[in-house]
């Protein structure tokens, strides 16, 4: 078995607020180091995703990103790319992404009240290296304006975001329950696939 994959700052939250058993429990159990079947499905649904990014003076960013269904594309079980189109020109989360290749996306699909978490590695890529590297990404057909690149991120981390606190047009909000049918289950199959934290 691997060590857990938690930060420094994790760790310590745990062993303050007494999360330990918990927290261990939910890295064997959702936490996984690849996408699963329904991972990539529930990607090729979504239309936003948020993009955190750090800059090498370790100032945050959050950016979001808007697109068809499925305008983030999962490459293979352990690579996703999306498509940077024009923007103001500032570039922030491209040049973070250059400077400091982490990042972590977080998609929240409000209909289905579930969320999922990707952890990695990126590479900005111009079009003719996105084109040579990943065909599939040069086939693609948009409606709209074509990205002036491509930012493939290479996945450390797949976890759920689960539903207990997603807001509901009926019904009252489940805060702070650990009833797993609440949570959303194992909704994207996370106990079918082998996770490197189980022992």
């Known amino acids: 078995m691997s060590s857990f994959p938690q930060s420094g700052g994790e760790f310590l939250a745990q062993e303050l607020y007494g999360s330990r058993e918990r927290a261990e429990r939910f890295y064997r159990d959702q ?4 996408l699963t079947p329904q991972m990539v499905h529930f ?3 979504q239309t936003e995703v948020v993009v955190a990014s750090v800059d090498t003076e370790g100032r945050p960013d959050a950016s979001i990103r808007f697109g068809e269904p499925g305008f983030v594309v999962a490459l293979d079980e352990r690579t996703v790319a999306w498509p940077e189109l024009r923007g103001n020109g500032v570039m922030t989360t491209v040049g973070n992404l250059l400077k400091n290749p982490p990042a972590h996306l977080m998609f929240l699909d409000r ?5 999922l978490h990707l952890r990695g590695v990126t590479r900005v890529l111009d079009l003719q290296e996105a084109a040579s590297e990943y065909p599939a990404l040069a086939a693609r057909e948009g409606s709209g304006r074509a990205p002036e690149r491509w930012v493939v991120l290479h996945l450390s981390t797949s976890y759920i975001h689960c539903r207990k606190h997603f807001p509901k047009k009926d019904g009252a909000v489940d805060w702070g329950t650990d009833d797993p049918r609440a949570k959303g289950g194992d909704y994207f199959g996370a106990k079918d696939t082998p996770s490197p934290w189980a022992p």
């Open 43 to 45: 990607i090729s649904e």
């Open 31 to 34: 936490m996984l180091d690849v």
């Open 111 to 115: 209909a289905v009240r579930i969320g």
